[in-house]
């Protein structure tokens, strides 16, 4: 299947590592050229150094976009680089796994300025050229949780859920305009975040680590974690001519693991 993704530009947030990485990665395989932030700047490098070697077209830049103008920041130089932003894709850590009890008032500040303040700076920067084209993808990525509240997750459960009622309203503002705003909500795939979660919530007297992922498996229909190719495969092609219709909808990859009919 041509997904028309040649020769498109692509903003993938938190790329370096994990789902974001197997996003840039399918993206670019798809003959697109990506922008990548993230943090570290050690695997930005590794993973703009691999899409180059394989003949795509890359470009990193080192960000926190959990601190105020950074997402601006970031649309100005990859538009900079590569022109435009057809494709974005909004992404972050999660925040720490706690329960109401143990959060503190700047925890619950620090999760929305990584999540929500986040993805809205990101389309506030890139939606105006998209408009002005008539043609774009926004892309969140989310969590089942922002649909399935998982226990001991209070600041992803509540944060994420918001990020996905200001995709939906922006989804309909800018339907007409040619652009598209989809929510893709990971399940337990594996990737250094779901271990380091099931650490953190082990720690947290939640049971053992090893004990916490095969209780995940036990739970997924299909018995075991996602692969992170198999996530991003979703996301090149919600980002694609293809999915030209489809807007203002949280799709879950999951396995099957939320229960829910709608």
Not at 33 to 51: H, K, M, P, Q, Y
Not at 117 to 136: E, T
Not at 160 to 183: C, K
Request: proline share 3%; glycine share 12%.
């Amino acid at each position: 299947m041509d997904l028309g993704l040649s020769g498109r530009v692509a903003l993938v947030a938190a790329g370096s590592k994990g789902l974001g990485r197997a996003v840039a990665d399918e993206l670019a395989a798809e003959g697109a050229a990506v922008a990548i932030c993230a943090r570290g700047a050690a695997s930005l490098d590794e993973a703009v150094s691999t899409i180059v070697a394989a003949g795509g077209r890359a470009h990193g830049i080192a960000a926190d976009v959990s601190q105020p103008g950074e997402p601006a920041r970031v649309v100005a130089d990859a538009e900079r680089v590569f022109g435009r932003v057809d494709i974005l894709v909004t992404n972050a850590g999660g925040p720490r796994a706690a329960t109401f009890d143990a959060l503190t008032g700047d925890d619950w500040a620090q999760a929305v300025r990584l999540l929500l303040d986040s993805a809205v700076a990101f389309a506030r920067a890139a939606v105006p050229g998209m408009r002005a084209r008539r043609w774009g993808r926004i892309l969140n990525i989310t969590s089942i949780a922002a649909k399935q509240p998982v226990d001991g997750l209070m600041l992803s459960n509540s944060v994420r859920a918001a990020v996905i009622g200001f995709a939906r309203t922006l989804a309909t503002e800018v339907a007409a305009d040619g652009v598209t705003v989809n929510n893709l909500l990971p399940g337990y795939t594996r990737t250094a975040r779901v271990e380091e979660l099931a650490r953190q919530m082990a720690e947290s007297g939640g049971g053992r680590e090893g004990g916490l992922v095969a209780r995940w498996e036990a739970e997924i229909p299909m018995r075991r974690l996602g692969d992170p190719r198999e996530f991003a495969a979703l996301a090149a092609f919600l980002a694609s001519e293809r999915a030209s219709y489809i807007t203002g909808q949280s799709i879950a990859v999951d396995g099957g693991g939320i229960r829910s009919l709608l």
